[in-house]
């Protein structure tokens, strides 16, 4: 199983960018998904998170600019990022728990990480 991530780069104050993650390979089924951040010098922390179900949670600091959405016949997990501030700026990591499709077995997969930077 694989995350592949797409849609971060350069943005100006203000700005948006939707970030893409889709899931590949020997899949049972997708739980919960979610977006992570870690700007340099900072601890890894959750930005949003999508349940199965559809219900959504998001960090104090991003509630009403970004929007977590999933599509599960795509298998993929997508943040609309909307009023960028420089303090955004962070490698995103997406998430997710994914029963995989050989062992049977929940596992929590990463993405490689796709780069956002916010400029003032």
Known sequence: VQLVESGGGLVQYGGSLRLSCAASGSIHS??????????????????ASISSGGSTN?????????TIS?????????????????EDTAVYYCNAYIIDGITIKLEDYWGQGTQV???S
């Open 30 to 47: 997708i739980h919960g998904m979610g977006w992570y951040r870690q700007a340099p010098g900072n601890q890894r922390e959750l930005v």
């Open 58 to 66: 998001y960090v104090d600091s991003v509630k009403g600019r970004f």
């Open 70 to 86: 999933r599509d599960n016949a795509k298998n993929a997990v997508y943040l609309q990022m909307n009023s960028l501030k420089p």
């Open 117 to 119: 930077t916010v400029s």
